[in-house]
């Protein structure tokens, strides 16, 4: 069974930075794509950033572009979202996403129903 845990979350200034990170566990574990989504209080869940697993290809919602960059670890499975210059807004509950590697991503990767596996979540907080 495939496994996503995100860490790195937390409380941080206006303009500050944080570092998540994902980690997939799981035997059979493979993927075409990893991503990260996030949802904030009384919204919808929204893409922020995805990375093509072979090609190391990133793609960015226009709100995060430029502050967040994506970066995966193949051999440790792992994927990461720097984010700098934070701001109140992008205080939410972000989620790590997987897609199974049987299944190579032909699309953006940028919608909910393009990923296989999801993790449970990380709190971002970010104070004005």
């Known amino acids: 069974q495939v496994q996503l845990v995100e860490s790195g979350g937390g409380l941080v200034q206006a303009g500050g930075s944080l570092r998540l990170s994902c980690a997939a566990s799981g035997r059979t574990f493979s993927t075409s794509a990893m991503g990260w989504f996030r949802q904030a209080p009384g919204k919808e869940r929204e893409f922020v950033a995805r990375?093509?697993?072979?090609?190391?290809?990133?793609y960015y919602a226009d709100s995060v572009k430029g502050r967040f960059t994506i970066s995966r670890d193949n051999a440790k499975n792992t994927v990461y979202l720097q984010m700098n210059s934070l701001k109140p807004e992008d205080t939410a509950v972000y989620y790590c996403?997987?897609?199974?590697?049987?299944?190579?991503?032909?699309?953006?990767?940028?919608?909910?129903?393009?990923?296989?596996?999801w993790g449970q979540g990380t709190q971002v907080t970010v104070s004005s």
């Open positions: 990375i093509r697993w072979r090609t190391g290809n990133t």
């Open positions: 996403a997987a897609r199974d590697g049987g299944s190579y991503l032909y699309t953006a990767g940028t919608t909910i129903p393009e990923y296989t596996y």
